[in-house]
């Protein structure tokens, strides 16, 4: 067996969500919406599943969506991508699989910030490549010049970047984004960018793609998601946009992974990119004042929380607030006064910051005020 698997544990996510379903604690650990999603895109898969092709759809996706992918980022974001530049895959988890094995070579080292999505390093390292650790730490989470340069060795091939920032909750400013631009260009690494997070931001803010700044259009794999974008998480439908040259290759990997995406479902997005932006700006307002609801309730018991300018999430800063325990610790202590949540350590493979509880908002006011409830009744034991 190999041991990249066989040694890893479950992901902290179902660990924890079995802990939520076992005990009956409110789950504010995995990151999933309350809701059914926009409507209109609901009816359109339900249309497309009884009255269009249920059979393989093209092996880079429907060309319908590969062309509402690349108008959307031309409205949104001002990106220029041709739709063949745009593959659909299974999810953004599938386009992160596909672009490491497309691209990898054995032995090429991969920059990548921690804290990281816990999909990254496995992916990573069974696609032969070497992850080299960047420790990003509150309360800001920025990346300098120093760290940049501090991970490169002559067998620095990528950068990875994840924009906004799980579990973090930030968004790189543009000279962050300037200087990681550079910094690729100036030694030849392509960037792969996670932005499943891009429309899922706060206070006005808007998302900036690294693709955009000078000199990435042609060594950037933009990586994005449907199930981020209108709050449906279970349908895995992702894309990753790139310039031809490197499109071609990630579209092999892709053939032979999932080869296609549930055509309804594509159908689905596509109608959803199309015609859904006043939904997708709503649910901004909802998620943000969820946001809202949350940190009074926490700060209201003497929690000191991180800003959280995009995401699903919120973190509590335990040693800002006093609290001596380790987010492990703390989080045992949170499913005892019934609320789940997850240890930001979780997201780092080495010497991880232990201060820091990430809450999922994205629920129903009466689930969060609950939860909140819960952890006030338990307020001397969780502070203490
Ligand atoms: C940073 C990041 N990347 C990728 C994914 C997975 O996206 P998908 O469900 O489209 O595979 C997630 C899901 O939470 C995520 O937070």
Same mark, same amino acid.
């Given at each position: 067996?190999?041991?990249?698997?066989?040694?890893?544990? @479950?992901?902290?996510?179902?660990?924890?969500? +079995?802990?939520?379903?076992?005990?009956?604690?409110?789950?504010?650990?995995?990151?999933?919406?309350?809701?059914?999603?926009?409507?209109?895109?609901?009816?359109?898969?339900?249309?497309?599943?009884?009255?269009?092709?249920?059979?393989?759809?093209?092996?880079?996706?429907? !060309?319908?969506?590969?062309?509402?992918?690349?108008?959307?980022?031309?409205?949104?974001?001002?990106?220029?991508?041709?739709?063949?530049?745009?593959?659909?895959?299974?999810?953004?988890? =599938?386009?992160?699989?596909?672009?490491?094995?497309?691209? !990898?070579?054995?032995?090429?080292?991969?920059?990548?910030?921690?804290?990281?999505?816990?999909?990254?390093?496995?992916?990573?390292?069974?696609?032969?490549?070497? /992850?080299?650790?960047? #420790?990003?730490?509150?309360?800001?989470?920025?990346?300098?010049?120093?760290?940049?340069?501090?991970?490169? @060795?002559?067998?620095?091939?990528?950068?990875?970047? /994840?924009?906004?920032?799980?579990?973090?909750?930030?968004?790189?400013?543009?000279?962050?984004?300037?200087?990681?631009?550079?910094?690729?260009?100036?030694?030849?690494?392509?960037?792969? /960018?996670?932005?499943?997070?891009?429309?899922? @931001?706060?206070?006005? +803010?808007?998302?900036?793609?690294?693709?955009?700044?000078?000199?990435? &259009?042609?060594?950037?794999?933009?990586?994005?998601?449907?199930?981020?974008?209108?709050?449906?998480?279970?349908?895995?439908?992702?894309?990753?946009?790139?310039?031809?040259?490197?499109? &071609?290759?990630?579209?092999?990997?892709?053939?032979?992974?999932?080869?296609?995406?549930?055509?309804?479902?594509?159908? +689905?997005?596509? =109608?959803?990119?199309?015609?859904?932006?006043?939904?997708?700006?709503?649910?901004?307002?909802?998620?943000?004042?969820?946001?809202? #609801?949350?940190?009074?309730?926490?700060?209201?018991?003497?929690?000191?929380?991180?800003?959280?300018?995009?995401?699903?999430?919120?973190?509590?800063?335990?040693?800002?607030?006093?609290?001596?325990?380790?987010? *492990?610790?703390?989080?045992?202590?949170? !499913?005892?006064?019934?609320?789940?949540?997850?240890?930001?350590?979780?997201?780092?493979?080495?010497?991880?910051?232990?201060?820091?509880? &990430?809450?999922?908002? *994205?629920?129903?006011?009466?689930?969060?005020?609950?939860?909140?409830? &819960?952890?006030?009744?338990?307020?001397?034991?969780?502070?203490?």
């Amino acid at each position: 067996m190999n041991p990249i698997y066989s040694g890893m544990g @479950t992901t902290i996510f179902e660990a924890m969500s +079995a802990r939520a379903r076992a005990t009956g604690a409110i789950n504010l650990g995995q990151g999933f919406a309350d809701g059914r999603g926009p409507e209109a895109v609901l009816q359109a898969a339900a249309t497309a599943l009884l009255e269009k092709s249920n059979q393989y759809p093209p092996m880079p996706g429907l !060309i319908e969506l590969r062309q509402a992918v690349a108008d959307h980022y031309a409205r949104h974001q001002g990106l220029n991508l041709a739709a063949e530049e745009v593959i659909v895959t299974s999810g953004a988890t =599938e386009a992160l699989a596909a672009t490491f094995l497309a691209l !990898i070579e054995p032995g090429d080292e991969v920059i990548c910030f921690q804290p990281l999505y816990d999909a990254y390093v496995p992916l990573i390292e069974r696609a032969g490549g070497v /992850c080299r650790f960047v #420790r990003l730490e509150p309360p800001h989470w920025g990346i300098d010049a120093a760290m940049l340069e501090g991970a490169l @060795t002559d067998k620095t091939r990528f950068l990875l970047l /994840c924009n906004p920032l799980n579990p973090a909750a930030t968004m790189s400013s543009a000279e962050e984004l300037a200087r990681i631009a550079d910094f690729c260009v100036a030694h030849d690494l392509i960037a792969i /960018c996670d932005e499943v997070w891009e429309h899922v @931001t706060f206070d006005g +803010a808007r998302h900036l793609p690294l693709i955009g700044f000078p000199g990435m &259009r042609e060594r950037t794999v933009k990586i994005g998601s449907a199930g981020k974008i209108f709050a449906l998480t279970g349908w895995k439908v992702g894309w990753m946009c790139t310039a031809p040259p490197i499109a &071609r290759v990630l579209a092999k990997a892709h053939q032979f992974l999932t080869f296609t995406t549930p055509p309804n479902l594509q159908w +689905a997005v596509t =109608e959803g990119l199309q015609t859904q932006d006043a939904w997708v700006q709503e649910a901004r307002h909802r998620f943000q004042a969820g946001r809202d #609801r949350l940190k009074a309730g926490l700060e209201g018991m003497g929690l000191v929380t991180l800003p959280s300018a995009a995401t699903y999430f919120l973190s509590v800063d335990l040693a800002a607030s006093g609290i001596a325990i380790d987010d *492990v610790a703390f989080c045992e202590k949170l !499913i005892d006064a019934g609320v789940v949540a997850i240890p930001v350590s979780a997201f780092y493979a080495e010497r991880p910051v232990t201060n820091v509880v &990430r809450f999922c908002f *994205v629920k129903e006011d009466a689930t969060l005020d609950a939860a909140l409830e &819960r952890m006030r009744a338990a307020r001397e034991t969780l502070l203490g």
